[in-house]
């Protein structure tokens, strides 16, 4: 490992960044929690937490539960009282095809949208 290198970009050119002594996975995922963080101290949100995830489970044809995969929510806070999921995404991960296969099971599954900013 050399010094002074710093680290590789992911395949969408993302940056892991520090913010407040936590990681993100990007400047975008990192400016995202700024903000809800600023909400939270409005009142706005409440109960504000980061990498929820969430299992991905459907009836398998024996009528067992089957775990399919996970979905790992950026950030789940509560609006008003209402549970809110909030992913941070670039144009070129809202398209991606695993992406939007786990949102739409998610949804399907727990009947809650995501938000994506």
């Keep these: 490992m050399q010094l002074g290198v710093a680290a590789p970009a992911n395949k969408y050119g993302a940056r892991k960044t520090s913010v407040a002594g ?3 996975d990007s400047k975008h995922e990192a400016a995202v929690y700024l903000e809800l963080q600023a909400e939270a101290v409005a009142g706005v949100i ?4 980061r990498q929820r995830m969430f299992p991905l489970i459907v009836k398998g044809k024996d009528g067992l539960p089957v775990l ?3 979905y790992t929510a950026d950030f789940v806070c509560r609006r008003a009282g209402v549970l809110e999921i909030l992913d ?12 939007q296969l786990r949102r739409k099971l998610f949804e399907a599954l727990y009947g809650i949208g995501i938000t994506e900013r």
């Design 88 to 99: 941070a995404k670039s144009a070129a991960t809202k398209r991606n095809e695993a992406y």
């Design 22 to 24: 936590q990681v993100f």
């Design 68 to 70: 399919v995969g996970r």
């Design 46 to 49: 409440t109960d504000l937490k």
